[in-house]
Structure formats: C-alpha cells, structure tokens
C-alpha cells in the first residue's frame, strides 16, 4: 500500500470526498502513475466512506442555557450610595 493508502483510515468524510474526486479526476487525466496510484486507493476511499455513513451518529445534546438572575432595579445616581460621606 501507499504512503497515501495508509492515511485512509484517519481522513474524516469531507476529506474523503475532495480525495476521491482528484482520484476520479486523475484516472482522466493522468499519468501512468497517477493511474495506478488512483486505482488502487479509489476502492479504499469508496470503503471507508461506506463505514463512516454505516456508522450510528451520535446524538446531539444542546445544553439549555442557564436562567438569568432578576436583579432588583437600581434607583437613585451610582456616586451617591449609602454609607460613603464627602
């Protein structure tokens, strides 16, 4: 296997495709050695991207956000508190 092969298992799907696609695209219009490198690891891809969407997702869990504290209203100018004397 490649270099490349052996990355396969660690690419999340999106790398997935953007790989698959410069496969596909290499296949075309390649060289020689493109064309067998891309025929080797299309099967790969297309077998890792079978597992990951066969795989069960994880349920989303949206945290509710935390009730806000009812503060009582402030009255009367902030420089003039009780307790201080000028």
Known sequence: M???ADKI???NA???KA???NAARLLDS???VQVASATEIIPLIDARLEEIAAAPKAPV???RAAPKKKLEPVTGHQ???PG???
């Open 30 to 32: 390649g060289s020689p």
């Open 2 to 4: 490649s270099a490349l």
């Open 79 to 81: 420089t003039a508190l």
């Open 9 to 11: 298992p660690t690419m």
């Open 14 to 16: 999106a790398d997935l």
């Open 19 to 21: 790989l698959r696609a």
């Open 61 to 63: 869990v949206r945290k």
């Open 84 to 86: 201080k004397t000028v």
